[in-house]
T-cell receptor, first 113, second 115 residues
Framework: DGGITQSPKYLFRKEGQNVTLSCEQN?????MYWYRQDPGQGLRLIYY???????QKGDIAEGYSVSREKKESFPLTVTSAQKNPTAFYLC????????????FGPGTRLTVL | AQSVTQLDSQVPVFEEAPVELRCNYS??????LFWYVQYPNQGLQLLLK??????LVKSINGFEAEFNKSQTSFHLRKPSVHISDTAEYFC?????????????FGAGTRLFVKA
């Protein structure tokens, strides 16, 4: 089955630690996205990538980093510089063209202890 | 820049009653409009989308949305809701004029269906 996988489902981190969230897709989509979701705030765009080896900052990129070395993979690192990292993180992908919908992974819930 | 406003943060409704979730977007020459649904602790799933043509679009589970260009709205409706429709619903717009690589999401509307 084609789709997007995110791992782990739940992640706990101590303050001051970096952590990497995995996102893999087998839909052959060019574009991939990372969103952060907090209660009552909808989805906020962290980073997006239109093509391999290229990515752009979204609205809330501070304290996060990404890489796009393969078309299928778009990992997100939450660094210790992110002041309030506890949130639900969603990865998505989309085929070329603004008329195409985004396909979402199941999400990773990150909790900082 | 494009923006999306969902006018209600929460909508409580009794089972089998009709419901309307409101969505307005900022104007652009060409837009593509989407409604997504999110069940607790899951990712978003596409419910329906408007690309062009008929202004009324329908989903397989009884939802429908109407594109109104003059009012820049894309409200979601269902004539009779079920308990299983309880979820959060997001309206989104993709801007064709600027390449549309980014999709702008509304803040979401939580639909509570009560027995």
């Amino acid at each position: 089955d084609g789709g997007i996988t995110q791992s782990p489902k739940y992640l706990f981190r101590k303050e001051g630690q970096n952590v990497t969230l995995s996102c893999e897709q087998n839909l052959n989509h060019d574009a991939m996205y990372w969103y952060r979701q907090d209660p009552g705030q909808g989805l906020r765009l962290i980073y997006y990538s239109q093509i391999v080896n290229d990515f752009q900052k979204g609205d809330i990129a501070e304290g996060y980093s990404v890489s796009r070395e393969k078309k299928e993979s778009f990992p997100l690192t939450v660094t210790s510089a992110q002041k309030n990292p506890t949130a639900f993180y969603l990865c998505a992908s989309r085929d070329r063209g603004p008329y195409n919908e985004q396909f979402f992974g199941p999400g990773t819930r990150l909790t900082v202890l | 820049a494009q923006s999306v406003t969902q006018l209600d943060s929460q909508v409580p409704v009794f089972e089998e009653a009709p419901v309307e979730l409101r969505c307005n977007y900022s104007s652009s020459v060409s837009v593509y409009l989407f409604w997504y649904v999110q069940y607790p602790n899951q990712g978003l799933q596409l419910l329906l989308k408007y690309l062009s043509g008929s202004t009324l679009v329908k989903s397989i589970n009884g939802f429908e949305a109407e594109f109104n260009k003059s009012q820049t709205s894309f409200h979601l409706r269902k004539p009779s809701v079920h308990i299983s429709d309880t979820a959060e619903y997001f309206c989104a717009v993709s801007d064709g004029d600027t390449g549309g690589f980014k999709t702008i999401f509304g803040a979401g509307t939580r639909l509570f269906v009560k027995a």
